[in-house]
Structure formats: C-alpha cells, structure tokens
C-alpha cells in the first residue's frame, strides 16, 4: 500500500511555531479575555500576545472570533445530520454550495461513499428537522437524502487540538 505524502508547503504561507500554538490554545479557550489576562495564563508579555494574533489574524489562520452558544439554551434541541446523493449529472459542488445556503445549516463536507454530501444541523424539534430535510430533498441536483439525529450528546467543541 502507498502512503501518502502531504504537498509541500507554499514558501510564503505562515509557518505556525510553538509560541503561536500557545497563543491560539489560550485564544480557544477564551477569545473574550484581554491580551494581559491572556498573556498571564500563556506566561508571554501581552505585546507578545497581540503580535501573534494580529500575525495570526492576517494569515488567516484565526478566521474570526465568535462566541460559542448554548443550542439548548436557545431552543435548538435536535441535532442532525443529513445525507444527500446527488443526481447523476448533476455538480455536486454547485450542489453543495445550494444546501450550505439553506438557513439553519451549520456544516456541509461533499464526502466519498454511499452518499455525496454530509450535513449537520442544529433545529428546535422533529418538525423544524423535517422543514429543512425538506428543503433540502428539494434543492435542484439532489436525488435523495436522508437523516439520522442525535438522541445524546456526549462532546461537542468546535476548538482544534493543536
């Protein structure tokens, strides 16, 4: 079996170091804390801090800096993911970019497999999951889709092991 190789990097895309890593795991774990407070966890000099970021920011590598919200708290109880298969002939790409749009969508991956799309979705109830499967069994280019919820969740974080 061949192993694959990961392509070589761009000369001038940002190399992330061990500082930066420091920084964006402190970051992950609270974005809302000043560069001071920051840099007292990490233990860098908070100009340190705001370099970093500012660097980091730039590079695109921190894409924005949102709160994280509590689904349950505002009423999204159901999470699922559903399965799409697209036509023949049909461009899943352009597929794919028609379901991201749907409103209420969080994730959409065009997958290898028995399926062509993976999405995830966070809505009220069963009834909210069967409106947005809906609008999506209907979304030109997909040929069927299916669903499958989530009766617990046991970890969800959206923070990057790095």
């Known amino acids: 079996m061949t192993q694959l190789k990961r ?18 795991r402190g970051y992950q774990q609270d974005a809302s804390l000043s560069y001071k407070e920051l840099s007292e966890i990490i233990g860098l000099p908070s100009s340190t801090i705001f370099d ?9 590598i ?7 919200l509590d689904p349950e708290m505002l009423g999204l109880h159901t999470t699922a993911w559903i399965t799409a298969k697209v036509e023949k002939g049909a461009d899943c790409c352009e597929t794919a970019d028609r379901i991201a749009k749907i409103p209420g969508v969080l ?52 923070r990057l092991n790095i």
């Not at 921190?62 to 994280?68: D, G, L, R, S």
């Not at 028995?114 to 966070?122: A, N, Q, R």
């Open 62 to 68: 921190i894409k924005a800096i949102v709160p994280i």
């Open 107 to 158: 994730e959409v991956h065009e997958i290898v497999g028995l399926y062509d799309i993976f999405i995830k979705v966070k809505v009220c109830d069963n009834i909210d999951l069967h409106n947005i499967s809906e609008l999506i069994s209907k979304t030109p280019g997909v040929q069927e889709a299916h669903s499958m919820v989530a009766l617990r969740t046991v970890k969800e974080d959206v």
């Open 7 to 24: 392509p070589i990097q761009a000369k001038d895309k940002y190399q992330v170091d061990e500082v930066d890593k420091k920084v964006l």
């Open 52 to 60: 970093r970021v500012k660097r980091l920011r730039k590079a695109g």
